[in-house]
């Protein structure tokens, strides 16, 4: 239920809350925010699962993005 709302900024504040990485590190690629990204990977939870690592990554890589 959590992607269902609306403010960007409010549906990250949530995810992170309950422990929805997905849905924390898709909120950040919409802000567009580069910096925050980066600081998000580094959280020891999602460090340690290979598939969010590789998924914040390819976000990073990802020239399509118009970073902040």
Do not use: M
Not at 21 to 36: E, G, Y
Not at 40 to 66: D, G, I, M, Q, W
């Amino acid at each position: 239920y959590v992607e269902l709302v609306p403010n960007l900024e409010t549906r990250l504040s949530l995810a992170e809350r309950a422990g929805c990485h997905d849905i924390a590190i898709d909120s950040i690629i919409k802000l567009r925010d580069h910096l925050r990204l980066q600081k998000y990977a580094l959280r020891p939870e999602v460090k340690a699962n290979e598939a969010l690592s590789a998924r914040v990554f390819h976000a990073l890589r990802n020239e399509t993005v118009k970073w902040k």
